[in-house]
Structure formats: C-alpha cells, structure tokens
C-alpha cells in the first residue's frame, strides 16, 4: 500500500475493552454502508461507522499504539484521526463508485 489511509482508533465499552481501527473511507460492501475495519482478534472485517461509534470510546495514543504498530507492519500508512469527516465520506464514496462499477463488470 502505498496510499496514506486514515484511520478512527476506538475502545469497545464493553467485550473488553479491545482497541480497534475504523478506516472511514474504505468501503466493504456495494451497497455503501459499511466500512473496513481492523482489530487484533478478526483482523480485517466490514463496520457500520455509526454504531461502532456509538458502542465505543475514543482510544487513547497509548492504547492505540499497538494496533497502529501492528497495522504499519501490514504496511498500511496511516494518518490517525478523531472522527470522519466530508473529506472521508467524499473518499468513501469515490471508492464505493469503484467497487460498484468493478462488481457490475463481473
């Protein structure tokens, strides 16, 4: 990869308190509603933003460190950020156009 990928570091309130990455712009799905996600146990899954949002808490530097080492050496770039904003939903939705297109050429 050689793109910068931004990237939301939550904490689950509950299921112990595990650290998760949220990348706002990478869509899982053609229908546009879920995001890629990444966390130590299940490694890369799809997530609705909102709810994970909801569920979760801000995850600080230190307890983002470790899943942002371990996403680095996956060779992700990251550029960590706090919430989405209009730049990643227009990143989304550009990328969403492309998997869409690719899916109804398959």
């Known amino acids: 990869m050689s793109d910068i990928t931004r990237v939301v570091f939550r904490v689950w309130r509950e299921k112990g308190g595990d650290v998760f990455a949220l990348f706002p712009g990478l869509p899982t799905d053609y229908l546009g509603r879920f995001c890629s996600?990444?966390?130590?146990?299940?490694?890369?899954?799809?997530?609705?933003?909102?709810?994970?949002?909801?569920?979760?808490?801000?995850?600080?530097?230190?307890?983002?460190?470790d899943l942002a080492h371990e996403l680095t050496g996956r060779g992700y770039k990251l550029q960590a950020i706090q919430r989405r904003t209009k730049r990643d939903r227009d990143d989304y939705a550009a990328a969403f156009r492309e998997l869409a297109q690719k899916g109804a050429e398959a």
Do not use: F, K
Request: proline residues 3%; hydrophobic residues 15%.
């Open 37 to 65: 996600c990444y966390e130590h146990t299940g490694q890369h899954s799809s997530a609705d933003y909102g709810h994970c949002i909801r569920l979760s808490r801000p995850a600080t530097h230190e307890e983002a460190r």
